[in-house]
């Protein structure tokens, strides 16, 4: 089965830090695809950077960047020099190739200090 | 930019009760979603529709619930005799095709009394 883990239910950072967000998960599957959603208070999800597992290169979305560790089954997100507007909740979703169902991570909430 | 938009954003409805859930997805979008989110737990898939039929379902969705696409916009997620448990935030999404990224909408927050 499937699962996606979010060990940082909390994180922090510095206005113009960087910060990594962490993210694992379990498939048996070669190809999939693995995304960061990103939750403000809104509460509207919007898609903040997508991965596929067959690339080897890391996804980069402006500041957005990630760290894909495909044998360790990582996929990190960092954010550089964060903004206030990046305050959210964050989350690592995965889905297989064949089929359109997400798995979803329990989320990391991003405080931004200014 | 489009958006997928859900209504209501809040619903309130005493146990036993029917309630539909409302979705506009992106109006080009072939394919669309059902999620939930309970309070403080991570958001999980209900249902995936694709040419007028569900093509995915998960174990949460069960008799109780069903889906519809009645019209060329609207796209409903329908709770037949809705439980305590059933309080959730309610995700719509819709994506183009189905290896393309999904939006979601802002979610109704379903309270049940």
């Known amino acids: 089965a499937q699962t996606v883990t979010q060990s940082q239910p909390e994180m922090s950072v510095q206005e113009a830090e960087t910060v990594t967000l962490s993210c694992t998960y379990d498939?048996?599957?070669?190809?999939?695809?693995l995304f960061w959603y990103k939750q403000p208070p809104s509460r509207q999800m919007i898609l903040v950077i997508r991965?596929?597992?067959?690339?080897?290169q890391n996804a980069t979305e402006n500041r957005f960047s990630v760290n894909f560790q495909k044998a360790a089954k990582s996929f990190s997100l960092k954010i550089s020099d964060s903004q206030l507007g990046d305050a959210a909740m964050y989350f690592c979703?995965?889905?297989?190739?064949?089929?359109?169902?997400?798995?979803f991570g329990t989320g990391t909430s991003l405080t931004v200090i200014p | 930019e489009p958006e997928v938009t859900q209504t209501p954003s809040h619903q309130v409805t005493q146990m036993g009760q029917e309630v539909i859930l409302r979705c506009v997805p992106i109006?080009?979008?072939?394919?669309f979603y059902w999620y939930r989110q309970i309070l403080g737990q991570k958001v999980e898939f209900l249902v995936s529709?694709?040419?007028?039929?569900?093509?995915?379902k998960s174990e949460i969705f069960d008799d109780q619930f069903s889906v519809e696409r009645p019209d060329g916009s609207n796209f409903t997620l329908k709770i037949r005799s809705t439980k305590l448990e059933d309080s959730a935030m309610y995700f719509c999404?819709?994506?183009?095709?189905?290896?393309?990224?999904?939006?979601f909408g802002d979610g109704t927050r379903l309270s049940i009394l």
């Open positions: 529709f694709y040419n007028n039929e569900i093509s995915e």
């Open positions: 109006s080009n979008h072939l394919y």
């Open positions: 979703a995965y889905r297989k190739n064949t089929g359109n169902q997400f798995y």
């Open positions: 991965q596929e597992a067959y690339k080897q």
């Open positions: 999404a819709s994506s183009g095709q189905g290896n393309q990224p999904q939006h």
């Open positions: 498939t048996s599957e070669s190809d999939y695809y």
